[in-house]
């Protein structure tokens, strides 16, 4: 199994910058792919941004310029900064991993808890 665990969430005003992270743990064999999704009240989940193993990323539109997603020093880390925030940026924000396990020869994809973002003046 795998466990995503978020940090970096919380309050900020209009124009400010918020970090996000996660961390995977777990009997891992291999990660594919790592980013964030995000969910707004009475909308689908949708793109944030995400980072294969290979260093390449894709970008929602809504975020280009503004948010980049990177990997983290540590192994199986992923960071996303987040600047110029907007209050539509306001949204519970969801990191995934896609991932092989030492007893599976699939990957799946998995899902941390979700890290409350609020921008707020």
């Known amino acids: 199994q795998v466990q995503l665990v978020e940090s970096g969430g919380g309050l900020v005003q209009p124009g400010g910058s918020l970090r996000l992270s996660c961390a995977a743990s777990g009997t891992i064999f291999s990660i594919n792919l790592m980013g964030w999704y995000r969910q707004a009240p009475g909308k689908q989940r949708e793109l944030v941004a995400v980072i294969a193993s290979g260093g390449s990323t894709n970008y929602a539109d809504s975020g280009k310029g503004r948010f980049t997603i990177s990997r983290g020093n540590a192994k199986n880390t992923v960071h996303l900064q987040m600047n110029s925030l907007k209050p539509e940026d306001t949204a519970a924000y969801y990191c995934?991993?896609?991932?092989?396990?030492?007893?599976?020869?699939?990957?799946?994809?998995?899902w941390g808890q979700g890290t409350q973002v609020t921008v707020s003046s």
């Open positions: 995934l991993a896609d991932a092989r396990t030492y007893s599976s020869t699939a990957n799946y994809r998995y």
